[in-house]
């Protein structure tokens, strides 16, 4: 079983890396998985279009795990159900996103997922059309999701959306602070009452609590430290042997 590991494709608008020679060339079959790392944003706006069809019509095995840009109106409609071991919704064809916290066995390895990301333009969106509150989880949430995963042993992979802070903050420069209280007001919560990820996840990272882990939602292409962000860049891995590579496709007009 072979795994992609996929950053944004933001409904269609990068999706082009995916429908790219490169990733034709790998001949990805029904034992193999896509790992999608967030802001899948399919449907959008609606209930279906034509690429969320494109995804339910591939022939392996998509798991998404929710970034911020997600049609959350119509994701939370969506039937929950048991697959890989875990809970999670059921989008269609083989696509699959797993419920905040839940660790999915793919492949003989152990996926743990934190989705989840902060709009930053949120100012700019629309309330229940392209922002929504449930793109941060509750606090209480959060937290019983991180006394879980300290309890478990270490998965093999952590798959989030959002990167920890200071690895954020070290290798992009970004200043990553807590939401104001006007976005709380405009999607509708108390103020302070959801978690940034990004600070959920910083003390998975201190703590060392990982082997593998894969993010997107920063637009960046980089490792270090054992993480990798992924975003025009994607990387294989083979599950029985370990081996990986990085897929560089190259650029749509180029």
């Given amino acids: 079983m072979r795994y992609l590991f996929v950053g944004d494709t933001h409904h269609e608008l990068n999706l082009d890396k995916l429908r790219s020679p490169e990733v034709a060339a790998l001949n990805l079959l029904p034992q193999d998985a896509l790992i999608h790392c967030g802001d899948f944003g399919a449907p959008w706006r609606t209930e279906t279009d034509d690429v969320l069809s494109w995804w339910q019509s591939r022939p392996y095995k998509v798991i998404i795990n929710l970034g911020n840009h997600e049609n959350f109106g119509w994701i939370l409609h969506q039937p929950v159900i048991q697959r890989f071991g875990c809970r999670g919704y059921d989008l269609g064809g083989n696509l699959f996103a797993p419920l905040p916290g839940e660790v999915a066995l793919i492949g003989g390895k152990r996926f743990w997922f934190y989705p989840g990301g902060f709009s930053i333009d949120f100012f700019l969106r629309k309330p229940g059309l392209d922002v929504f509150a449930e793109e941060l989880l509750p606090n209480s ?3 019983d ?7 478990r042993r270490v998965p093999d992979y952590i798959i989030s959306h959002d990167g ?9 420069g970004f200043p990553i602070a807590q939401p104001p209280d006007a976005y709380f007001t405009h999607t ?4 302070g009452s959801r978690a940034h990820p990004a600070f959920v996840l910083d003390q998975i990272y201190h703590a060392r609590r990982f082997h593998t882990w894969f993010f997107g ?4 292409d980089m490792a270090a430290d054992g993480l990798r962000c992924l975003y025009h860049q994607m990387v294989l891995v083979d599950s ?3 081996e990986s590579g ?5 650029p749509a007009n180029g």
Avoid: D, N
């Fill in 141 to 143: 949430q959060a937290q």
């Fill in 145 to 151: 999701i991180l006394a879980r995963f300290f309890r």
């Fill in 164 to 172: 920890p802070r200071s690895f954020i903050m070290t290798h992009f």
């Fill in 188 to 191: 509708g919560s108390l103020p």
């Fill in 217 to 220: 939602h920063h637009h960046r």
């Fill in 240 to 242: 029985r042997s370990g």
């Fill in 246 to 250: 990085l897929i560089v496709p190259e």
